[in-house]
């Protein structure tokens, strides 16, 4: 058998399959970002959710796991993760973790030179050439994630807030945060401030909305968010000996046509951008497979969908 994780800010996927690729059980969770919860934490959130995956299994064997947590790259959170897994989770032959970057290529790219660009809560980039992987952005909401929802959503708060007080220009999305938080805004402050990076992110797709409704400011917003994964393209590309450039697109934002397609204006002929048919977590498995030294092939790919379709 074979576990495959994606662990992110927002939530965490975990699947058991067998080692064709048949899932056999699969579980959503609170997240567990390694950054924000430290590494050590992060690790017992994700071992206690194996515990629960594995129920009515105890103490089957399991072949593989790979981890792929968001905020995971550093060596010394990988090695710390690395540790704490280990220990809680003696079952397991040979464990894995790392970025969940490899999670979004493995899906989107299989295992070829190229880049995914993750967009969801947070956005970061990865290129793999070779046998290195190299990051480039994503370097945290309280630095650096634009073009992701976090970003999308603080935009649509703050237009909010400045046309409400008088410095910003009048915009839809005055009316649709409103409804969304269920308070006038100069009683919402502290609502926001106790939902955090994750509430905030959850009003990105009013972005969308007003900009669709033509929304000059939502519209700017949805141009920025562009600009700036166009960039992170742009910029893993000098990392890859030449086009054409793989590009793997993985997290929530991306579903947004207007995402894609303000994206791939700003992009030449040479970047081929890649959706998997099946989520992130599908290319933890295939790096367990990877770890077990099983065939990850088409047999695997579509014995998985067939799985997951049937979720």
């Known amino acids: 058998?074979?576990?495959?994780?994606?662990?992110?800010?927002?939530?965490?996927?975990?699947?058991?399959?067998?080692?064709?690729?048949?899932?056999?059980?699969?579980?959503?969770?609170?997240?567990?970002n390694a950054s924000e919860f430290g590494p050590e934490m992060a690790a017992a959130r994700v071992a206690q959710q194996v515990e629960s995956l594995m129920a009515g299994r105890e103490g089957a064997p399991v072949d593989a796991l790979y981890a792929g947590?968001?905020?995971?790259?550093?060596?010394?959170?990988?090695?710390?993760?690395?540790?704490?897994?280990?220990?809680?989770?003696?079952?397991?032959?040979a464990i894995d973790n790392g970025s969940d970057a490899l999670n979004g290529l493995y899906a989107c790219v299989g295992a070829r030179d190229?880049?995914?660009?993750?967009?969801?809560?947070?956005?970061?980039?990865?290129?793999?050439?070779?046998d290195?992987?190299?990051?480039?952005?994503?370097?945290?909401y309280l630095i650096d994630d634009a073009g992701g929802g976090y970003a999308l959503g603080r935009g649509a708060v703050n237009a909010a807030y400045r046309d409400y007080d008088g410095r910003g220009q009048?915009?839809?999305?005055?009316?649709?945060?409103?409804?969304?938080?269920?308070?006038?805004?100069?009683?919402?402050?502290?609502?926001?401030?106790e939902g955090g990076k994750r509430m905030i992110a959850s009003f990105a797709p009013l972005v969308f909305e007003a900009a669709a409704a033509g929304d000059a400011l939502a519209r700017s917003l949805v141009d920025n968010a562009c600009d700036e994964l166009a960039l992170l393209i742009a910029t893993c590309a000098k990392h890859l000996t030449g086009a054409p450039y793989l590009v793997g697109l993985s997290g929530s934002i991306w579903k947004a046509d207007m995402i894609r397609e303000g994206v791939r204006a700003r992009l030449s002929d040479d970047y081929r951008l890649l959706r998997a048919d099946l989520p992130p977590v599908f290319g933890a498995a295939v790096a367990a497979a990877e770890l077990a030294g099983l065939d990850s092939g088409a047999a695997?790919?579509?014995?998985?969908?067939?799985?997951?379709?049937a979720l």
């Not at 080692?19 to 959503?28: F, K, T």
């Not at 995971?72 to 003696?90: C, D, N």
């Not at 956005?123 to 070779?130: E, N």
């Not at 990051?135 to 945290?140: A, E, K, L, P």
């Open 1 to 32: 058998m074979l576990i495959g994780i994606d662990v992110g800010g927002t939530k965490n996927e975990l699947v058991l399959c067998d080692n064709q690729g048949h899932i056999l059980n699969r579980l959503l969770a609170p997240g567990s």
């Open 300 to 309: 695997f790919h579509d014995a998985f969908k067939a799985g997951y379709d």
């Open 170 to 193: 009048k915009t839809l999305l005055t009316d649709m945060v409103i409804r969304q938080v269920g308070l006038p805004l100069n009683e919402a402050i502290a609502v926001f401030y």
């Open 114 to 130: 190229g880049m995914v660009v993750i967009s969801g809560t947070g956005t970061s980039a990865f290129v793999r050439q070779g």
């Open 69 to 93: 947590l968001a905020g995971g790259t550093a060596p010394q959170t990988r090695k710390t993760v690395h540790e704490q897994l280990s220990a809680r989770l003696p079952f397991v032959k």
């Open 132 to 140: 290195r992987l190299i990051q480039v952005g994503g370097w945290g």
